[in-house]
């Protein structure tokens, strides 16, 4: 098993979330897939948390398609820290393009992951007390 090793003042943020809504064992794998979680500043974690509701949990088939495209990016793509929200946010972009009849869902999951990458790409949140 492989873990994330952190700096001191960081966490982890799981790009699914609420942990409640991942029951079965799937969800729990998808959920906590090394690929699906990111070190991140705390303050930056809650910031996020606290301007975003969680992303609406994706189908099993889609949980098994963002599986096998996570496993198959390469090393080289796997250099930037977020590069499993970009593949993420590109996957439901695909799928706002496809189906017309689940089109403004996907377009909302995609825009769910990209603001996900601008959250966690601020400098430091400084939050007044």
Excluded at 3 to 9: A, C, G, W, Y
Excluded at 28 to 44: G, H, L, Q, S, Y
Excluded at 74 to 81: A, I, S
Aim: net charge negative.
């Amino acid at each position: 098993m492989s873990h994330i090793e952190l700096l001191p003042k960081w966490n982890v943020h799981h790009i699914w979330w609420e942990r409640r809504d991942y029951t079965s064992k799937l969800d729990k794998a998808f959920r906590n897939a090394t690929e699906n979680k990111i070190a991140v500043p705390m303050r930056n974690h809650k910031h996020l948390h606290a301007m975003l509701l969680p992303p609406p949990k994706p189908s099993r088939q889609q949980m098994f398609d963002l599986l096998d495209i996570l496993e198959d990016t390469t090393v080289d793509e796997q250099m930037n820290r977020l590069w499993a929200l970009d593949k993420t946010a590109e996957y439901f972009g695909q799928l706002a393009v496809q189906d017309e009849v689940d089109f403004h869902r996907h377009d909302y999951m995609k825009n769910h992951f990209i603001s996900q990458i601008g959250y966690l790409t601020m400098h430091e949140v400084t939050l007044s007390q």
